[in-house]
C-alpha cells in the first residue's frame, strides 16, 4: 500500500511528522479513516482518538483535544489542539481535572461558570481516563 506525508503539530510542539499508511481522526459525525488518493479536505475533528498506521503495519494511537485536518495531494496536516500518547497522559491529572469539570457543572447555580468550557474540559479528562484505561464505570460523566 502507498504511503501519505503526515504532520501533527500541537500549540507547543510538532508531534509527528513521518509517512503513515492510514489516519483515522475522530470527526464531528464519527470517525473518519484517509488513505492514498485521498480526495482533498479540510475538516474539523473532535475530541477522541487518532489512529496512524506507519509502513511496518504498526499503529500508534494518541488522545487528542480537537482540532483540525488538511488533506491534499498524499499530504496531510493535522493542527491537533493536544495530542498525547498513553505514556504522556498525567493520570492523576486527569482525574483531577475531571473532578473539577464535574463540580463546576455540578455547582451551576451557586457561582457562574462558562459552561461550554467546563463541558469541553470534562469531555478531554474522560478521553485521557478511557485512552488510559483509567476511566472507571463509577466515575459516569
Given at each position: 500500500?502507498?504511503?501519505?506525508?503526515?504532520?501533527?503539530?500541537?500549540?507547543?510542539?510538532?508531534?509527528?511528522?513521518?509517512?503513515?499508511?492510514?489516519?483515522t481522526?475522530?470527526?464531528?459525525?464519527?470517525?473518519?479513516q484517509?488513505?492514498?488518493?485521498?480526495?482533498?479536505?479540510?475538516?474539523?475533528?473532535?475530541?477522541?482518538?487518532?489512529?496512524l498506521?506507519?509502513?511496518?503495519?504498526?499503529?500508534?494511537?494518541?488522545?487528542?483535544?480537537?482540532?483540525?485536518?488538511?488533506?491534499?495531494?498524499?499530504?496531510?496536516l493535522?493542527?491537533?489542539?493536544?495530542?498525547?500518547?498513553?505514556?504522556?497522559?498525567?493520570?492523576?491529572?486527569?482525574?483531577?481535572?475531571?473532578?473539577?469539570?464535574?463540580?463546576?457543572?455540578?455547582?451551576?447555580?451557586?457561582?457562574?461558570i462558562?459552561?461550554?468550557?467546563?463541558?469541553?474540559?470534562?469531555?478531554?479528562?474522560?478521553?485521557?481516563?478511557?485512552?488510559?484505561?483509567?476511566y472507571?464505570?463509577?466515575?459516569?460523566?
Open positions: 500500500m502507498k504511503e501519505l506525508k503526515l504532520e501533527i503539530i500541537t500549540l507547543t510542539k510538532v508531534a509527528f511528522t513521518g509517512n503513515v499508511k492510514s489516519l481522526v475522530p470527526g464531528s459525525l464519527g470517525s473518519f484517509v488513505l492514498f488518493n485521498h480526495a482533498p479536505l479540510m475538516s474539523t475533528f473532535e475530541v477522541g482518538r487518532i489512529k498506521e506507519n509502513g511496518n503495519a504498526e499503529t500508534n494511537e494518541f488522545a487528542t483535544g480537537g482540532g483540525t485536518i488538511e488533506v491534499k495531494d498524499n499530504v496531510i493535522v493542527l491537533a489542539d493536544s495530542l498525547e500518547s498513553k505514556e504522556e497522559i498525567d493520570i492523576t491529572r486527569a482525574q483531577g481535572a475531571l473532578q473539577r469539570a464535574k463540580n463546576r457543572l455540578g455547582n451551576r447555580s451557586k457561582e457562574e462558562d459552561q461550554i468550557r467546563a463541558e469541553a474540559a470534562l469531555a478531554r479528562a474522560v478521553n485521557r481516563l478511557k485512552f488510559t484505561d483509567s472507571r464505570s463509577n466515575s459516569s460523566a
